[in-house]
T-cell receptor, first 112, second 112 residues
Framework: LAKTTQPISMDSYEGQEVNITCSHN???????ITWYQQFPSQGPRFIIQ?????VTNEVASLFIPADRKSSTLSLPRVSLSDTAVYYC?????????????WGLGTSLAVNP | GAVVSQHPSRVICKSGTSVKIECRSL??????MFWYRQFPKQSLMLMAT?????????EQGVEKDKFLINHASLTLSTLTVTSAHPEDSSFYIC????????FGPGTRLLVL
């Protein structure tokens, strides 16, 4: 199972773009990269998922280089309500590697 | 779409009693559901993988006779904490496997 490494914490200000980078050097061929957001005492919320290149949805973008050994979650124009813990995970949702190994995540603090 | 509910959201029980937590996928069928436990300031820890119509697969160190899992339908999995003790107090979160894992809101268990 691929292990991920991401910064423990980050600070930002309202209106700024925030980029959180995650390393996953031993990602497997069938693995996807998924990012979740978690607020205190709530279940994780799916943000975005990708396999390669760039994926964009209404809340974030995910950049994945060709070697797939890292990925960057980009949150445009963050607000105070984006203060949360962000988790990067790799796994194959449809295969035997469906189990997701959770690290400590990145605690993002958005300041006014 | 991809909504998962949990019931109850909070439960307080006496030591030695059993508590059942329900996890439902509301708008998709989840052949596979996962159960996690999360202690304060820590990451999610996978307890077991629940497959509809078959026995759950437990992670190392998780007692299957203490944490009973039943996945009787494609939309419902239950976790029963038997003979609960104060050290079982935690935040229990389930997820349903669709295109990726979609999480419930969690259940806060406090054992007195």
């Amino acid at each position: 199972l691929a292990k991920t490494t991401q910064p423990i914490s980050m600070d930002s200000y309202e209106g700024q773009e925030v980029n959180i980078t995650c390393s996953h050097n031993n990602i497997a061929t069938n693995d996807y990269i998924t990012w979740y957001q978690q607020f205190p005492s709530q279940g994780p919320r799916f943000i975005i998922q990708g396999y390669k290149t760039k994926v964009t949805n209404e809340v974030a973008s995910l950049f994945i280089p060709a070697d797939r050994k890292s990925s960057t979650l980009s949150l445009p124009r963050v607000s105070l309500s984006d203060t949360a813990v962000y988790y990067c995970l790799v796994g194959d949702p449809a295969g035997n590697n469906r189990k997701l190994i959770w690290g400590l995540g990145t605690s993002l603090a958005v300041n006014p | 779409g991809a909504v998962v509910s949990q019931h109850p959201s909070r439960v307080i029980c006496k030591s030695g009693t059993s508590v059942k937590i329900e996890c439902r996928s509301l708008d998709f069928q989840a052949t596979t559901m996962f159960w996690y436990r999360q202690f304060p300031k820590q990451s999610l820890m996978l307890m077991a993988t629940s497959n509809e119509g078959s026995k759950a697969t437990y992670e190392q160190g998780v007692e299957k006779d203490k944490f009973l899992i039943n996945h009787a339908s494609l939309t419902l999995s239950t976790l029963t904490v038997t003979s609960a003790h104060p050290e079982d107090s935690s935040f229990y979160i389930c997820s349903g496997l669709g295109e990726t894992q979609y999480f419930g809101p969690g259940t806060r268990l406090l054992v007195l």
